[in-house]
Nanobody, 123 residues
Framework: QVHIVQSGGGFMQAGESLTIFCVAS????????IGWYRQAPGRQRELVAA???????LYADSVKGRFTISRDNAKNTVYLQMDSLKPEDTAVYYC?????????????????WGQGTQVTVSS
């Protein structure tokens, strides 16, 4: 069973940068596609970024050019670097491991979610 631990959230000012990450165990991380999602209050969970096993990446239009997803297979870790943060980036961010990256989108694994990390951006 996959165990995912997220870290790195916080309270930020608009324009600042923050990196969040998640560490996965109980899975072959290097052959896992991975996605980052976020959910703001009163809104549906949305895909923010994803990375394939071959390091292909995709981003939501709202974060393109500001966020960067990366992975370190030796550490079973995936990162989401968030630059030029905006108040609308405020949400709980979730890591999903082992879904499917295809057709320029990411389909989450139904049960492999991190516990969530709160990111709050103040103007």
């Amino acid at each position: 069973q996959v165990h995912i631990v997220q870290s790195g959230g916080g309270f930020m000012q608009a324009g600042e940068s923050l990196t969040i990450f998640c560490v996965a165990s109980g899975t072959t991380f290097s052959i896992s596609d991975i996605g980052w999602y976020r959910q703001a209050p009163g809104r549906q969970r949305e895909l923010v970024a994803a990375i394939s096993t071959t390091d292909n990446t995709l981003y939501a239009d709202s974060v393109k050019g500001r966020f960067t997803i990366s992975r370190d297979n030796a550490k079973n870790t995936v990162y989401l670097q968030m630059d030029s943060l905006k108040p609308e980036d405020t949400a709980v961010y979730y890591c999903n491991v082992g879904g499917s990256y295809r057709s320029n989108t990411y389909y989450p694994h139904i049960s492999s979610w991190g516990q969530g990390t709160q990111v709050t951006v103040s103007s």
